[in-house]
């Protein structure tokens, strides 16, 4: 069952693209916001109502008939859901912030506890960060490697009572991350493609191949930060493993996005896009 009213109208988006393509064998490069599902997407009112009915299938909410006979695009589809949804504002920030908050925290708790908290203990952490996450995360394949790989690791920690599975958490999301970028490049869009449409989604040809440049690059990013974060689990003490996986790590993902952001703007001004 997804969760429609913990996601963002980004996030239904995102999810409505993969719901579309499975369905339907579309491809994903022509669902866009404003593609009309009728007329571009070939979608007819039979097709329709297998999609309403798969939709409450999905998420549990049922499109009220006359809310469904306006929708005319993918946007208005994401809409509707979202209405269906019906969840404050307040509560989609508190379980936004929650997990980024949680995962921020996570090395440095380890560390703390580390010699004064038995390890199986600790384990709840984990348990809290998958919990945390699996609200806010699509049930696709993704979400469900996440939170079965974190739930293996807290196993393996309560069973032996020991640090190391716990300390193996940031190279699971790593792999994750790697994983899902990875597959983008094999069966496009990009990712960073899908995002980026989800503020320009009439992207040119040359800002697609800009995206999948940036995808790559972030795979590269997450097999040496992967890297990095198993060797500190190894072979350092708690100590470095937490001030890389907690403080270094972000900060180099920082320094990526803002050099990315510099990178994107010449890129803007020189192809005018």
């Known amino acids: 069952m997804v969760l429609i009213s913990t996601m963002s109208k980004d996030e239904i988006y995102v999810w409505i693209v993969d719901v579309l393509h499975e369905m339907f064998e579309l491809d994903k490069s022509n669902i ?19 999609l309403a009915v798969k939709l409450k299938q999905l998420t549990g909410k049922r499109l009220q008939p006359e809310v469904f006979k306006t929708v005319r695009t993918v946007q208005d589809v994401v809409n509707a859901l979202a209405f269906a949804g019906g969840v404050s504002n307040i509560n989609r920030l508190i379980l936004t912030v929650l997990p980024v908050l949680v995962t921020l925290l996570y090395p440095l708790a380890i560390w703390l506890g580390h010699g004064r908290v038995e390890p199986r203990l600790l384990a709840g ?16 394949k993704a979400g469900r490697w996440w939170v079965s790989g974190a739930l293996l ?96 790590a972000y900060g180099l993902m920082g320094v990526l996005f803002g050099g990315e952001y510099l990178v994107r703007l010449r890129f803007k001004r020189r192809h005018n896009v």
């Open 125 to 140: 952490l984990l348990l809290l960060a998958a919990v945390t996450r699996l609200f806010t995360l699509k049930i696709n």
């Open 153 to 248: 690791l807290a196993a393996l920690a309560v069973w032996g009572n020991a640090l190391l599975p716990l300390q193996l958490y940031p190279v699971l999301v790593n792999l994750v991350m790697l994983g899902v970028f990875g597959y983008s490049l094999i069966a496009p869009p990009s990712m960073v493609e899908r995002i980026a449409r989800l503020r320009e989604p009439d992207l040119p040809a040359v800002a697609v191949a800009y995206t999948r440049r940036v995808t790559q690059v972030w795979c590269i990013f997450f097999v040496i930060n992967g890297s990095i974060a198993l060797a500190t689990a190894l072979f350092a003490s708690p100590a470095i493993w937490s001030l890389y996986n907690g403080v270094i």
């Open 32 to 50: 866009t916001p404003q593609a009309n599902l009728y007329t571009e997407l070939d979608i007819d009112s039979i097709d329709a109502v297998d």
